[in-house]
C-alpha cells in the first residue's frame, strides 16, 4: 500500500518518509492462523487477542511477513547507530562515490549542544554545555570549512570518491529502508529507550508514530512486551 507520510525533523533538513506498507494488522492474523489451516477475512475481536496473545509470548515469525519502505535522511553519526540494527533489513544509501553535490550538514543549535555527563561512559546531560554560542560558532566555522575544502578539491579535479574524506560525520545521509514489522518495532524499542542518544530518539519516535497509524493492533502489541 502506498504512504505519503513524509515528516521533517526539526533542523528542517533531516527528514522521516513512510513510503509504502505491505500488510497490515490482519497479515499478521493470517500468518498465525495458516498453522490451523484458518482464514480471517475482517479483523475480529477474537483476531486482535490473538496478536496480543503472540506479541506476549515472543511467537514472532507472524510479526515478519507485514513489511514496511521508509526514505530517511539523517546525519552520518545518526545512521551509522541506526545501521547497527541488521535482521530484517535492506538498505540502499546515496553514495558519495557518485554524487557531489553540495553537501548538508547538521549543525546542531547552542540549546543543543549538550554537556557531558562524567557519570555516563556514554550519553550526556539535558544541559548545554558552559559558553554554548561559542561552542556553536567553533563547530560551524569547522563545518563549513570542510564544505569549502571539498569543494576545493572537486574544482582541482579530485574524483568525488576521494574527495568525501574530508567530510564530516555530522553530514546528511539519504537511504531507503525495507523491514519487517517485527525489525523495526526492536529498533525503535531500543532508540527509544532513555539511554539512546537524543538525535536518534527523535527519528525512531517519528518511525514510532507511522506505524502506530499503519498497524494499530500489531504495533501497539510489539511495544508493549519488551
Not at 503472540?54 to 546525519?75: I, T
Not at 570549512?145 to 546528511?172: D, F, I, K, N
Amino acid at each position: 500500500m502506498a504512504a505519503t507520510n513524509k515528516i521533517m525533523m526539526a533542523d528542517g533538513v533531516g527528514f522521516v518518509e513512510l513510503l509504502e506498507t505491505f500488510g497490515d494488522d490482519l497479515t499478521v492474523v493470517n500468518a498465525a492462523r495458516v498453522s490451523f489451516d484458518k482464514v480471517s477475512t475482517s479483523l475480529t475481536e477474537a483476531d486482535k487477542k490473538l496478536i496480543n496473545y503472540l506479541a506476549k509470548h515472543d511467537h514472532v515469525s507472524p510479526f515478519f511477513h507485514p513489511q514496511v519502505r521508509f526514505r530517511l535522511k539523517m546525519p552520518i553519526f545518526v545512521a551509522r547507530e541506526w545501521f547497527r540494527h541488521t535482521i530484517g533489513f535492506a538498505r540502499n544509501e546515496v553514495s558519495r562515490r557518485y554524487v557531489d553535490t553540495p553537501p548538508e550538514c547538521w549543525i546542531p543549535a547552542a540549546n543543543d549542544i549538550r554537556e557531558r555527563d562524567p557519570k555516563v561512559k556514554q550519553g550526556s546531560k539535558a544541559t548545554p554545555v558552559g559558553e554554548a554560542e561559542e561552542v556553536h560558532e567553533i563547530l560551524k566555522v569547522q563545518i563549513q570549512g570542510a564544505m569549502e575544502t571539498y569543494q576545493g578539491l572537486l574544482s582541482r579535479g579530485v574524483a568525488p570518491e576521494v574527495a568525501r574524506a574530508v567530510l564530516p560525520q555530522s553530514m546528511y545521509t539519504e537511504f531507503i529502508e525495507t523491514a519487517s514489522l517485527a525489525a523495526v518495532a526492536r529498533l525503535c524499542h531500543l532508540r527509544l529507550g532513555a539511554d539512546a542518544q537524543k538525535e536518534i530518539r527523535d527519528y525512531a519516535g517519528f518511525v514510532n508514530q507511522c506505524l502506530e497509524t499503519a498497524f494499530p493492533v500489531s504495533w501497539k502489541a510489539l511495544q508493549q512486551t519488551f
